[in-house]
């Protein structure tokens, strides 16, 4: 009976698994259609936005296909900007600052210069606004991926990078088979927080006013900006129920199965890779479609390594004397690698071009910035005393915040991180409600959550505060469970064996073990909360609205109001302030990262 019936089941799930990937394909190709008929269309300074119901379908197929354009484009900028700060302490000390400094600047600060310069761009089409609205989301998830892939290098097994030295991989070998498949992990997890700070800034992106000037895209953001302002309570829990279920398709369609998928690359032995399953990456595995396309893509690359290969040996034979060639002529398999001066040349010219790229555009950029300067100066001299007063206290007050943020996100995320990280069972019973969870975008809930704080006359910055945790607390967790994950089993073993109280375990084990992703988390809440405040400080609801002085607000207003003078000042004052906390708090604190090191 059970012979009998399985062929039966197989045939089911085979064709599950096309009927599913071939759903798939046609919805996210109906949806990308759609985006480029929207980019196409001409330009105008304002589109109404819908609030009918028939209308969530095309607006979230929007949204959707903006957020994972700006994931690729996130994770190609993470992976390569992290691989070169990595590889060069020369190049670590001056790219790990700025980073620091562009993740923890809100979303306001590069938003009016992104619309502005590509409307002008492109005149007589949507794109400028469709592209401004992609890098607005990539700058709100980007610098979370950047820091945990940059961690996750500086973090490398020293064996496994000797083996590639020995072996002489080239820069793009080294990347594919060593530097991605140990960052696979933190990649995959925290791209789910960076996506989900993408969501975090949806309707800000979407619904865009620059004083009286409006530069509303249609998507789920702006359906869900327009039904709240319009009290059309309806439709705005209609939009809210198709975000929920957008959020939890994502994370069912993509997530789940990248990380099914990375536990392979896991270094620790007594982590299962079956423990975390996908339904969808069984049916895609089941899939022909899927297996087809896998077989093409491994015939290149197995023909692109060959191509390599020959490359390499035509390349190094002018080198070799008469034996040396000889025997690479005669024996394939023992291909003979580029010498060391040939991978030195190399590499040197590559840097060399780097350079030249990068001194070229600096130059364009500043020539395109220089008549500028006369007429910025002249408005920045517009900005009184008072006015630079008034902006330092807002950023000591808004500081405060990302203080509280810090400290209450830690009071809970690093027991809760701990428990959930050292126990492959508990993380795969928690990690999905964890993942749901942390997708979700907050802001889409603060006018409500304002009111109810309002109501109850909460002190205003306290409860910017406590706005600003409910979004950032997840960076922390995240790092903190991947840090924990990490942990050797035998340091966890003999901790038992001699008797370790639980204070000395956590103080000599777990403390020091987890300490480099906590200062990762630490950093990316901080910069998560900086960025939070512009939607946190101000939060209109009906007949109120939630205020609360910091330097999100007074940039909040000088955006709305089309204040220039006073909108580059704050981004003055935010980019001094910041630079000074890199050069102390943060340093000190990766100089005692380096000092844990065994």
């Known amino acids: 009976m059970r012979i009998a019936s399985r062929p039966v089941v197989e045939h089911g799930s085979y064709l599950a698994a096309e009927l599913l990937t071939l759903g798939v394909v046609i919805l996210v190709g109906l949806a990308l259609g759609h985006f480029i008929s929207v980019g196409s269309a001409p330009y105008t300074e304002s589109v109404v936005i819908s609030s009918d119901l028939s209308a969530l379908p095309k607006y979230a197929g929007l949204s959707l296909i903006r957020s994972l354009l700006a994931l690729i484009i996130?994770?190609?900028?993470?992976?390569?900007?992290?691989?070169?700060?990595?590889?060069?302490?020369?190049?670590?000390?001056?790219?790990?600052?700025?980073?620091?400094?562009?993740q923890s600047l809100p979303v306001l600060t590069?938003?009016?210069?992104?619309?502005?310069?590509?409307?002008?761009?492109?005149?007589?089409?949507?794109?400028?606004?469709?592209?401004?609205?992609?890098?607005?989301?990539?700058?709100?998830?980007?610098?979370n991926l950047v820091f945990a892939y940059y961690e996750s290098q500086r973090g490398q097994n020293a064996e496994l990078k000797d083996?590639?030295?020995?072996?002489?991989?080239?820069?793009?070998?080294?990347?594919?088979?060593?530097?991605?498949?140990?960052?696979?992990?933190?990649?995959?997890?925290?791209?789910?927080?960076?996506?989900?700070?993408?969501w975090f800034f949806l309707t800000l992106c979407e619904g865009f006013v620059l004083g009286d000037k409006s530069y509303r895209l249609p998507g789920l953001g702006s359906f869900l900006s327009v039904t709240f302002e319009n009290q059309e309570y309806g439709s705005f829990v209609a939009g809210l129920a198709c975000l929920i279920a957008m959020v939890w398709g994502v994370d069912f369609l993509l997530w789940r199965p990248l990380?099914?998928?990375?536990?392979?690359?896991?270094?620790?032995?007594?982590?299962?890779?079956?423990?975390?399953?996908?339904?969808?990456?069984?049916?895609?595995?089941?899939?022909?479609?899927?297996?087809?396309?896998?077989?093409?893509?491994?015939?290149?690359?197995?023909?692109?390594?060959?191509?390599?290969?020959?490359?390499?040996?035509?390349?190094?034979?002018?080198?070799?004397?008469?034996?040396?060639?000889?025997?690479?002529?005669?024996?394939?398999?023992?291909?003979v690698k580029p010498n060391q001066l040939l991978e030195t040349k190399a590499r040197a010219q590559f840097i060399a071009l780097a350079r030249w790229l990068s001194g070229f555009l600096l130059g364009i950029v500043a020539f395109l910035?220089?008549?500028?300067?006369?007429?910025?100066?002249?408005?920045?001299?517009?900005?009184?005393?008072?006015?630079?007063?008034?902006?330092?206290?807002?950023?000591?007050?808004?500081?405060?915040?990302?203080?509280?943020?810090?400290?209450?996100?830690?009071?809970?995320?690093?027991?809760?991180?701990?428990?959930?990280?050292?126990?492959?069972?508990?993380s795969r019973r928690v990690a999905p409600v964890i993942q749901n969870l942390a997708a979700f975008p907050a802001p889409v809930l603060f006018p409500l959550i304002a009111m109810s704080m309002a109501q109850s006359n909460m002190n205003p910055l306290l409860a910017a505060t406590l706005l600003m945790t409910i979004g950032n607390q997840w960076y922390l967790l995240f790092n903190i469970i991947s840090g924990a994950s990490r942990i050797p089993q035998d340091l966890q073993i003999v901790a038992q064996v001699y008797g370790f109280s639980l204070k000395d375990r956590f103080t000599k084990l777990y403390f020091p073990a987890i300490f480099p992703s906590l200062l990762t988390g630490w950093i990316t809440a901080a910069g998560g909360a900086w960025n939070a405040s512009i939607v946190a400080e101000i939060v209109e609801f009906?007949?109120?609205?939630?205020?609360?002085?910091?330097?999100?607000?007074?940039?909040?207003?000088?955006?709305?109001?089309?204040?220039?003078?006073?909108?580059?000042?704050?981004?003055?004052?935010?980019t001094i302030a910041l630079i000074i906390l890199n050069r102390t708090v943060w340093r000190s604190l990766h100089q005692y990262v380096e000092e844990l090191k065994p």
């Not at 994770?75 to 900007?81: C, D, E, H």
């Not at 991989?169 to 789910?192: A, F, I, K």
């Not at 990456?281 to 191509?307: C, H, K, P, V, Y």
């Not at 330092?392 to 809760?416: D, M, Q």
């Open 542 to 574: 009906p007949d109120g609205r939630l205020h609360s002085t910091g330097i999100g607000a007074e940039i909040t207003q000088a955006t709305t109001h089309g204040n220039y003078q006073r909108l580059v000042a704050a981004i003055i004052v935010i």
């Open 163 to 198: 083996y590639a030295k020995l072996l002489r991989l080239s820069p793009l070998e080294r990347l594919t088979r060593l530097d991605l498949p140990s960052g696979l992990g933190p990649l995959v997890y925290n791209g789910m927080m960076s996506m989900a700070g993408g």
């Open 259 to 335: 990380i099914a998928w990375s536990m392979r690359y896991r270094e620790s032995s007594e982590v299962d890779p079956s423990g975390a399953r996908s339904v969808f990456l069984d049916l895609l595995r089941r899939s022909r479609i899927t297996q087809n396309l896998s077989e093409l893509l491994g015939r290149a690359m197995s023909n692109l390594r060959e191509f390599r290969k020959r490359k390499k040996l035509k390349e190094s034979l002018p080198t070799l004397n008469p034996e040396q060639k000889a025997g690479a002529l005669g024996r394939w398999r023992q291909v």
């Open 110 to 143: 590069f938003l009016p210069g992104f619309v502005l310069a590509l409307t002008q761009l492109f005149p007589n089409s949507r794109w400028g606004l469709e592209i401004a609205c992609i890098l607005m989301i990539v700058t709100g998830q980007v610098w």
């Open 369 to 426: 910035l220089l008549p500028a300067i006369p007429n910025l100066a002249m408005s920045m001299a517009q900005v009184t005393r008072s006015d630079w007063l008034e902006l330092i206290n807002a950023l000591a007050l808004t500081f405060l915040k990302v203080l509280g943020v810090i400290f209450l996100a830690s009071l809970w995320t690093i027991p809760a991180g701990l428990w959930i990280g050292m126990s492959p069972k508990i």
């Open 74 to 102: 996130s994770y190609s900028f993470a992976i390569a900007y992290g691989t070169i700060a990595a590889r060069n302490e020369r190049n670590e000390r001056l790219m790990i600052p700025i980073l620091d400094v562009l």
